[in-house]
């Protein structure tokens, strides 16, 4: 495993792995403090690419100014000892003056998709998502890129901006990564104290509570799905909902009022963002409402 730090050596050795045709060049791009959700990317991308690039790199621009930026967890070296456990050919970690030398006057703007859901409370949040993912593409040339489904929305905005601008990449989204207990991996679970730990359950048995419950058919609605899941989750007494909603997938159009669920054409994701404390936690389900239906 080759580690580097500046955007030449990065290029250069992207280069070297290409021409020795090793076959495809996947990316997993990561802000670090790496778990099993970010070992579960580095597997996939080793199972369809001959190389595999992972940056470690806490992107200042998509953090807003009350946000974690300077607190956001970092330990290089367990980073780098998961990295080249879970096979990464190619480590990237650059400091900030070495991805922004200079004040960045440039940025890629995906409308529409970033209004809604986390975008709503962080505003400029996937303007910096989508800037530093587009620089990384054009740093590295990747054939694939990998992205956990935790963050779903976020999948859907760079799926959108690969699209839209006709980028030779594909987007890989992988499968959410849990606890033994069904808590969603993240890198901010450090943050929790072992109260808000526990209580921060609720957002996994809220969203298969509500899987269920349309499964069963005891709700048709999207307003009742909603009610469902603000319930289950304010039954934690340190739950604050951020928010709690019903869209299509990945168009990420709202899906109002008592909209049937069945109507819905393809997929459709339940989307949560709670706070415990001081810590933003967030999760979804994505589901298919006509197969569900099939089976009641």
Do not use: W
Not at 110 to 136: I, M, N
Not at 234 to 263: C, H, K, M, R
């Amino acid at each position: 495993m080759r580690v580097v730090r500046t955007v030449e050596q990065l290029r250069e050795a992207a280069l070297f792995m290409r021409g020795a045709g090793q076959g495809p060049v996947g990316l997993v791009p990561t802000m670090g403090y790496l778990h099993d959700g970010h070992a579960s990317l580095l597997r996939r991308a080793g199972e369809i690419c001959g190389t595999v690039v992972m940056s470690i790199f806490v992107n200042p621009i998509q953090f807003g100014p009350n946000e974690d930026y300077e607190a956001y967890p970092r330990d290089e070296r367990r980073d780098l000892e998961l990295a080249e456990r879970e096979g990464a050919d190619i480590v990237f970690i650059p400091a900030v003056e070495e991805m922004y030398p200079r004040e960045i006057r440039s940025k890629i703007v995906v409308s529409s998709l970033t209004t809604r859901l986390c975008g709503a409370s962080r505003p400029g949040h996937f303007d910096g998502v989508t800037t530093v993912v587009a620089k990384l593409f054009n740093m590295v040339q990747p054939d694939y890129a990998f992205f956990g489904l935790k963050d779903a929305q976020q999948v859907a905005v760079l799926r959108q901006m690969v699209d839209d601008l006709n980028m030779n990449v594909k987007i890989v989204p992988c499968p959410i990564v849990r606890e033994a207990d069904g808590l969603a991996l993240s890198s901010r679970n450090v943050y929790l104290s072992a109260e808000e730990r526990q209580q921060a359950l609720v957002l996994s048995r809220s969203l298969r509570e509500a899987h269920s419950a349309v499964e069963e058919g005891r709700v048709a609605t999207t307003d009742e799905v909603r009610e469902l899941l603000k319930s289950v989750i304010s039954s934690s007494p340190l739950a604050d909902i951020d928010y709690a909603e019903i869209l299509t997938f990945p168009q990420l159009e709202p899906l109002e009022g008592n909209f049937p669920l069945v109507e819905a054409e393809g997929e459709i994701i339940m989307a949560l963002a709670v706070r415990f404390g001081r810590t933003r936690l967030i999760d979804n389900l994505i589901f298919t409402p006509k197969e569900v239906a099939a089976l009641v």
